[in-house]
């Protein structure tokens, strides 16, 4: 058993009793932090398994953002009062259980039951990257060949915006998400948040300018741009924009109009939506992951603000 | 009648660009809508819903006159690497189904959701989220690829969540949360059932699909996943725990989005994985499996509707009610072989799915101007509605009389197609269901009607002027329904040839009055509610001939509305929920 294995095995068993405490655990603190751990050892998983795309991702999503939506939900919670419901009867409990276990056992089943090796179209996604002269073939199956998906996925993300906004009240229609933080002008997160977003910025633009050829890519960028622009705003340096901005809108846009004008210019003037002239492919699509990368931070940066609450004019 | 020729599916056909329009031209109203901001949203909704009915109505022209499914492949990428757009029959049925009653709500919804007369807020959500609805359900109709089909999904959650929660008090907030929750859960599901899928087959092309697929175990504990997740988000019985508050707490407009189209899109998905990835796989059993929940829930949501105070509640549970009906295709498509075909029982929910869009949508519409200018929809406050908002009452009773089945309504020739079908397949069971159905349909129209029709003893004071265009757009919806048994499907659905005359005739007669004079005794015994014609002596005299079986009936009632409310906790949902998948696989399993 060479040391590698030893580390999965430990790795894997670490990340099983890791969920099962974030689920058991009673505090919703503790609980957010167990998910935050989980999902960077999560990360470290797909990093064995060579997908550093996904590994990336869940880090920037499951360990980063989403656990940074969990603090907050957690704080705020912490000061309501929580009417805790009957516990489930033993019955239920039990039946719960054991459903929980076969549907399990069943998914385990089917999964070790899989092909070795599995049929997988990764050949053929490397055969065909002369088509965009990008050699991520993560980037060409988003961009090219599974272009649609990744184009409605964007439309996705803007519809959870509005779903985040509809939520104000009505007189804070159009106004600052979020409350307004405070912090010591001269206390650690301030400091942070001077010392950090440079670096930050620059490690975004190079995850997702390396995305073209190697891991990486607008999403991941995005989601450390996003994060930079957070602990910004957290550190009562600068305040969410007004929602009703006209440039705010148009950022939030710019990555699935984009998309959709250069689909359209490949139904016009090319082979079909969203085909991409070779000889062109790539400034194109690149043009359209800097779009992207400037929506993705601004959403996700905006979902996790919150809902409107603050009018436009104090 | 199509066939599902599978030999042009690898190329675009002429007029393929079509479908990508009709996802496409919704979502640039959604991005333009959003950039412009407040006061040009409604502007760019009502630019956008004529374009988008007349692309729909384009591809229904354009799909007899070609040979097979419209075909179009994304980026000139042929599956399995890239991924195809395709509309066949069923597809150009939804299409239509999805642009009639869109552009009816929207004519409808126009005079509230105008920037100028409400805060800018939810009018902002309200035409944004319908175009993406749009987008999504025709992402869903069209989409010949599982994973793609999995994003409209999404689209279609996010955009129908927020619907919900519209006007921000605090119990449609509960709503929503519950409807996001269980509909993620849904989501997994599906999802996970893909991911196996594609490490089983290396594609997630439906076509491709058709010709791979085998009885192997893993495929079927993923369509077993998959299925549960979409009856989740279809609410189907028993896992309708977030239909009834979602629906019935949503704006009027709303409402009739969600309860008429929504939910059908999952169902659509539904249908593609049973009748076209995996056509002779899924079992006897299982098919039966899944009727006999539709059976369940439309026993629970007629007898539940029944004992509903607030009309739109009640509504709300007929819904529940009419997506059970939907189900009771699935064995009786199912022939002697093991295969499902593309025939008569098909082509019966198809229709049921259609005409219950337009009409269910027509009911909440209507009802939503009763509540406005009653100020309440109490179901016994309703006394002299007739007269005041006639156009109202007569939508809501035409919706009603088309949900029922009387000719030539869509609903009855989909009875008609479903119950030969059945006779044909030798399973009389679900004949009786199919019957009982429609007299529970016209039980609770019967009950609504019973009382708006009633005199009242005071002047009924309005809230405000109705107006004839807004009420207008929701009888020709219903209208749309009733009369959708005359339109030739042939050219998109397997009808037989012999059927689907309605000339007015005895029988014709007979379908009406059969469901009605049943409905009627069934809403009797079943509404706990005083009887809305008063005491007369002939109805005393009744009273104590069926007095004790009346009681009978209402104990089983309250037991019926005892178990519903259980099967609303979340513990009971979560446990039918992982029930359901196992039951599926296991029957799946047992079926190879």
Partial sequence: ?314 | MLPPAPALDAMTTTSGFLLVLSIIVPIAGVLLAFVLGDRYVKLVACGIVPLASAIAMAILFALPQSNGPLVYLLGAWPPPLGVALRADGLSAVMLAATAVVISGVAVFAAPDFSPASTQARTPFAFWILLLAIWAALNTIFLAGDLFTLYVALELLTFAAVPLVSLDGRAETLRAAMRYLLFALLGSVLYLMGTALIYGLYGTLDIVLLSRRVSAEPILLVAAALMTTGLLAKTALFPLHLWLPPAHAGAPAAASAILSGLVVKGSFFIAVRIWFNVMPGLPGFAATQLLAALGAAAIVFGSVVALRQERLKLLIAYSTLAQIGYLFLMFPLAFDAAGRFQNGGALAGGLLQAFSHATAKAAMFMAVGSIYASLGHDRIMGLRGAARALPLSVLTFALSGIALMGVPPSGASLAKDLLLRSAAGNGQWWWEIVLQTGGMFTAAYVVLVLAYALAPSDKPIALAGPTRLIRDAAPLVLALCSLLSGLVPWGPYLPIPHDIGSYLPSLGTLSKLLFPVLGGAILAILLSPWPHALGSSTARNTLATVVGPFRRGCLAFGNLVEKGNETLCQWPAASISLLLLALMFGALMLAAI
């Avoid at chain 1, 070795?116 to 965009?132: E, R």
């Avoid at chain 1, 090219?144 to 915006?161: G, N, Q, S």
């Fill in chain 1, 1 to 314: 058993m060479s040391i590698t294995t030893i580390f999965e095995i430990l790795l894997a068993a670490v990340v099983l009793g890791l969920g099962i405490w974030t689920i058991a655990v009673r505090e919703t603190f503790s609980a957010t932090v167990g998910f935050v751990t989980y999902g960077l050892l999560v990360a470290l998983i797909w990093v064995r398994l060579e997908a550093v795309d996904v590994a990336l991702t869940e880090a920037a999503i499951g360990g980063g953002l989403g656990g940074v939506l969990l603090l907050g939900a957690a704080a705020r919670l912490r000061n309501a009062d929580l009417v805790a419901g009957e516990a489930p009867g033993k019955l239920l409990r039990v039946s719960a259980a054991v459903l929980s276990g076969l549907t399990a056992a069943a998914l385990a089943g089917a999964i070790l039951l899989l092909p070795d090796p599995a049929p997988t179209l990764a050949p053929a996604a490397l055969a065909n990257s002369w088509a965009t002269s990008l050699t991520n073939p993560v980037t060409n199956v988003l961009m090219a060949f599974r272009a649609m998906d990744t184009m409605l996925e964007k439309v996705v993300l803007l519809l959870a915006i509005i779903g985040v906004w509809s939520l104000a009240p009505d007189i804070a229609w159009g106004g600052h998400p979020g409350p307004r933080h405070q912090a010591d002008p001269r206390g650690i997160l301030a400091f942070l948040a001077r010392l950090l977003p440079p670096v930050g910025i620059v490690v975004g633009i190079h995850i997702f300018w390396t995305g073209a050829n190697h891991p990486g890519g607008a999403f991941q960028g995005g989601a450390i741009l996003a994060s930079m622009w957070l602990l910004v705003i957290m550190a009562g340096l600068i305040d969410t924009p007004p929602v009703s901005r006209r440039w705010l809108r148009f950022i939030l846009i710019a990555g699935p109009s984009l998309f959709l004008v250069v689909g359209l210019g490949g139904l016009w003037f090319g082979t079909a939506f969203l085909s991409y002239p070779p000889s062109m492919a790539k400034p194109l699509i690149l043009g359209i992951e800097v779009a992207m990368i400037l929506t993705i931070a601004a959403t996700l940066g905006l979902l996790l603000a919150g809902a409107p609450e603050r009018n436009a004019k104090p």
